[in-house]
Each structure stands twice: as structure tokens, then as C-alpha cells.
């Protein structure tokens, strides 16, 4: 490479997450995982939790979702702020259920490490305690385990698993979007809870210290990356029966566009337009690790959360409910015809 040329940025596959081989492992088990499935399946694969069906008829439907924290939990460690990871995965398991429509009703927990820490389980629990008391959730069980030759030093890892319940003719999959529908755009605080890799090698790459404060985050580095995962669970839910909610979809792991895609029907095609206030970290990780607005957009939130598919009639009166539950909103899109896919312009 001559002097003049700039070095290759930064990718997630680079950092040791590649996305597309777990989408091909994904699709190579969907015959297995979908040879389980019994006429009360109400949604399986590509939902963002599972459904049966309740006995007796039309006593509507069990959900349940299952995920975990990532390598925010490093970050966590070196900033002494563990409590954030217990909040953290309690809002992630709560967004995805609501996303089907489903009201959480009961969560679980997993933490692993190589030595039990006591104290620091207790700030995970407690943690974990608290998020669940705010959305009325009881914490119903749980387990430990502890692997001296599977994690290292001080890594701990975290997941959850959150049970919900939805009408029988409350679940939300996307299959009513209709063309003309217009999205709904709910504010990020960060990272919240994917990218984490990437963004770790970055900061390493820069040269930069967690403990870094930089006047364009108006924080340190490590206070940025931990900033919370929101939960949309209370401000969709009072929504929900008021207006038209078409779907939503939390976006995580594959960033606006992979997420997003999974809620639209054949037929239909979200144009998004990228002209909301994005938290300061995203530019900061961009420019410092010379990464491509591609690989931004399949990595990262971007500053987008949630996004809420509402009939027409009814977005102005969607971002304003938001807007008063202090989850910033702004329509960011809308559905048009065409082959199903995300147009991120």
C-alpha cells in the first residue's frame, strides 16, 4: 500500500462477528426448527418472539423471547457500572415482546463466569430486580452458573428469557401493513446493546481510553457506550387499542434495515429517509474507525430504536403519545409498493 492510501476500515466481521453466517446457519436450521411447529404456533422464525396459541380457544397467546447483553458486558466490567447490564437485558427481552403486541408478564435470568463473584451477581440481580418492579414484571427464576474454563478473568456473561401474553387478536406481525403507511422512528440512546465488538475494537484501534472525555460526547468514551438500552414496553403498550399499530420492530443485531425488513409483507416496500438527530457516539465510532456507511448501517441502530408501522391518519397522534412518555419520535418513512425490502436513502 502506497503512502498516499488510506487503510481498509473497520468492520464487524473484522471484529470476529460476521451477521451473514449466523443469517446462513439461521436458514440452514429452519427445516429442523420448523418441523416442531404445531397448529398453535401463532409465530416462529423471523419474529421477534415466539407464539403458541392458549387453550381454550381464543384465550389468546403465550410469547416468550430469549437473548443476551453481548460484549457490553467488558465494557461494563472496566467501567465499574455492572448495574447497567442488568437493566439492560430486561428492557431488550421487554422491547422484543412488545413488539408482537405482547405484554410481559414473567422474566428469567442467566448469568455466567468463570468464578462466582458473588457481589457482582447481586448488582446484576438487584439490577435486574429493579427494571423488572418498574414494568411490573415479576422475577420468577433464574440460574448461575459458574465455568472456570469457559470465561476468562472476570467475563461474565447475561441473558434473558421474558414471557408475555397477547390477545387472540392482539399479536402484531406485520402481515396488515399496507402500502401508504407511514413509520414511526423511536429514539436511541446508543449502541444499547449490539455492535459492541466492533465498537470495543475501535476504540482500541484510535488509541482512545474509556475514561476519555471528549467534548464532541459531551461524556467520557465508556459512559457513551454504556448508555442505557431504552424500553419501549410501557409507551407502545398504552398505544396499542388507540391507534392503528400495523407493527413494530426493535431494532437490533443487523441494525434499521435487517430488523425492519422482517415485519413487511410480500408487496411491500419501506422507504426510510435518514434525517433524524443521531447520539454524537455513532459519528465518533464512524470517523475513528474509518468505517463505512454500509457497514454503520448493518452494525448500529443509528439512533433509531423501535420503528412503528401506523396507518396514515394516525402517526402525528403516534409521535406525540411517544413524545409524552419521554421516548423522542419522528416519522422516518413510509411504505410503498414494491418487492419486499428497507430503502435507507
Not at 427445516?31 to 418472539?49: E, N, Q, R
Not at 441473558?159 to 392482539?170: F, L
Not at 448501517?297 to 412503528?308: A, D, E, P
Request: with cysteine.
Amino acid at each position: 500500500m502506497s503512502s498516499d492510501e488510506t487503510p481498509p476500515g473497520l468492520t464487524y466481521r473484522g471484529a470476529g462477528v460476521d451477521v451473514g453466517a449466523k443469517a446462513r446457519l439461521l436458514e440452514g436450521l429452519a427445516p429442523a426448527i420448523t418441523s416442531t411447529y404445531t397448529d398453535a404456533v401463532g409465530a416462529g422464525l423471523g419474529a421477534f418472539a415466539g407464539a403458541v396459541r392458549l387453550a381454550p380457544s381464543g384465550a389468546g397467546f403465550l410469547l416468550a423471547t430469549v437473548d443476551g447483553v453481548g460484549t457490553k458486558t467488558l465494557i461494563a466490567r472496566q467501567m465499574g457500572r455492572d448495574e447497567v447490564i442488568g437493566w439492560d437485558i430486561v428492557a431488550h427481552c421487554a422491547n422484543d415482546l412488545v413488539s408482537c403486541g405482547a405484554r410481559p408478564i414473567a422474566f428469567l435470568d442467566y448469568v455466567a463466569m468463570g468464578r462466582l463473584d458473588a457481589p457482582l451477581v447481586a448488582v446484576l440481580v438487584e439490577a435486574m430486580a429493579r427494571a423488572c418492579a418498574r414494568l411490573g414484571v415479576p422475577l420468577i427464576g433464574g440460574e448461575t452458573a459458574e465455568m472456570p474454563d469457559v470465561y476468562a478473568g472476570d467475563a461474565y456473561e447475561v441473558v434473558g428469557t421474558m414471557i408475555g401474553q397477547a390477545p387472540q387478536d392482539g399479536l402484531l406481525t406485520g402481515g396488515e401493513i399496507v402500502p401508504g403507511d407511514r413509520l414511526v422512528g423511536l429514539g436511541s440512546s446508543g449502541l444499547h446493546t449490539n455492535g459492541y465488538t466492533l465498537a470495543r475494537r475501535i476504540v482500541e484501534a484510535a488509541g482512545a481510553s474509556l475514561h476519555d472525555h471528549l467534548e464532541d460526547l459531551g461524556t467520557s468514551v465508556g459512559e457513551a457506550l454504556l448508555a442505557p438500552h431504552l424500553c419501549y414496553a410501557e409507551g407502545l403498550l398504552s398505544l396499542l387499542g388507540s391507534v392503528q399499530i400495523r407493527a413494530a420492530a426493535h431494532i437490533t443485531g443487523g441494525g434499521l434495515v435487517d430488523n425492519l425488513v422482517r415485519v413487511l409483507p410480500d408487496g411491500c416496500r419501506a422507504r426510510v429517509l435518514r434525517d433524524w438527530p443521531e447520539p454524537p457516539i455513532f459519528r465518533w465510532l464512524q470517523q475513528a474507525g474509518r468505517v463505512s456507511e454500509a457497514e454503520m448501517v448493518r452494525t448500529f441502530n443509528l439512533g433509531i430504536g423501535m420503528v412503528v408501522a401506523t396507518a396514515a391518519q394516525d402517526a402525528a397522534r403516534a409521535m406525540r403519545h411517544f413524545e409524552g412518555t419521554g421516548i423522542p419520535a419522528w416519522q422516518i418513512g413510509e411504505i410503498l409498493d414494491g418487492p419486499r425490502g428497507v430503502d435507507l436513502v
